[in-house]
């Protein structure tokens, strides 16, 4: 089981937008028959079988065994990965893509499609995947909030400055800054 499957088929969202499947899905992060999922859910294993089916189309889970069981065979199915993530372009973007600057939200929303693509394309069977995340919260009162920007964007600057040579393993770096709601809480 992948621990993030990058959806870029309609077909796929399709299938896995819908309350029931969701349900469905989550039950299946363990090898499960529709009969065991069913009674979990409090549904007929029918109606299960139906969403099941539609998922293993989609490519969201498969048939892991088969089992008899008074005399029928039931499929055991899991879902192929803990986690979905949708790809932006599956909903499209409304109006032309228009021209941003780094401080604009719609460059920042630009940014994370860009990293959430980079990192689904990641082979995650490769023995080691050298990254790092770092989240934390910055306070900064209205009249300094320039002064913080340029001390971010000059300290970044040097480190692409310093690593940014032509030799070596090639990492992303991109770092998001954005308010968190109410400034005050």
């Not at 499957?5 to 499947?21: D, I, M, N, S």
């Not at 394309?121 to 770092?134: F, K, Q």
């Amino acid at each position: 089981m992948k621990d993030v499957e990058y959806l870029e088929r309609l077909e796929q969202a399709e299938a896995l937008l819908k309350p029931q499947r969701v349900d469905v899905l989550r039950q299946l992060a363990e090898p499960r028959s529709c009969t065991e999922v069913a009674a979990v859910l409090d549904q007929t294993p029918q109606r299960v079988y139906y969403h099941v089916k539609r998922l293993v189309e989609a490519g969201l889970v498969k048939q892991v065994s088969e089992r008899k069981v008074r005399a029928v065979s039931e499929g055991v199915y899991q879902a192929t990965a803990r986690s979905y993530w949708l790809s932006p372009g599956l909903v499209g973007r409304i109006g032309p893509r228009v021209a941003r600057d780094e401080l604009s939200l719609g460059y920042l929303v630009d940014l994370m499609e860009e990293v959430q693509s980079d990192v689904a394309a990641l082979d995650r069977t490769a023995p080691e995947l050298p990254s790092i995340g770092v989240s934390g919260e910055i306070r900064v009162e209205p009249e300094r909030r320039q002064e913080f920007l340029d001390e971010l964007k000059t300290t970044l600057q040097d480190l692409f400055t310093r690593y940014g040579g032509a030799e070596g393993d090639a990492f992303k770096l991109a770092v998001a800054c954005y308010p968190k709601g109410d400034a005050r809480d």
